[in-house]
């Protein structure tokens, strides 16, 4: 999903904003690394949810320098992070808590070290891509929850004993 509305950013930029739209091209870099993660999916799921997230992550910080903080592109931070709480299994949370940390991470660095953006920007554009980032967040948290729904409930109770009473498990932390 996030490989086919890549080359949609630039012509958004285009149609609302009288400039930048040379430097929005930069968006579509990381376009080819969006798309070989369902190929990476096939050979090695484990390395596919780490991708998504550390590409989504880099290609956010790539944008943070690029548009500037005032863009609103450090929002797209949130998507990344809800996908390292929601695409990881229970054996995996070394890689889940590793990941996180990173994006915080780099969600700090991004935050106190990028000063100048690559293109100057107005006060005016500025506003409008923090409209537009703000938009187009909510739309990919929507459908990251859509694609989530139930998945960890189906997971966490699928060996759950079939019987009306519940009783914790302090072992692992949850409930059967």
């Known amino acids: 999903?996030?490989?086919?509305?890549?080359?949609?950013?630039?012509l958004y930029v285009w149609y609302l904003l009288d400039s930048g739209v040379a430097a929005s091209l930069g968006t579509l870099l990381a376009a080819p690394f969006f798309l070989a993660i369902p190929f990476i999916a096939r050979r090695a799921p484990l390395a596919a949810r780490i991708a998504l997230p550390l590409v989504g992550t880099l290609d956010t910080l790539f944008e943070v320098k690029l548009f500037g903080t005032g863009s609103g592109t450090e929002l797209f931070f949130a998507p990344c992070i809800m996908l390292v709480a929601l695409?990881?299994?229970?054996?995996?949370t070394r890689w889940q808590r590793g990941l996180a940390a990173l994006l915080f991470l780099v969600f700090i660095l991004s935050r106190y070290t990028i000063d100048t953006p690559l293109h100057?920007?107005?006060?005016?554009?500025?506003?409008?891509?923090?409209?537009?980032?703000?938009?187009?967040?909510?739309?990919?948290?929507?459908?990251i929850c859509l694609r989530y729904a139930g998945i960890h409930n189906s997971r966490d109770f699928s060996a759950a004993p079939k019987s009306d009473k519940v009783e914790p498990d302090h072992r692992r932390g949850k409930w059967l």
Do not use: T
């Not at 999903?1 to 630039?10: D, Q």
């Open 87 to 92: 695409s990881f299994r229970v054996e995996e």
């Open 1 to 10: 999903m996030i490989f086919a509305n890549k080359p949609f950013y630039p």
């Open 120 to 143: 100057a920007w107005s006060k005016g554009d500025l506003a409008i891509l923090l409209d537009l980032n703000a938009f187009a967040v909510a739309c990919l948290m929507v459908f």
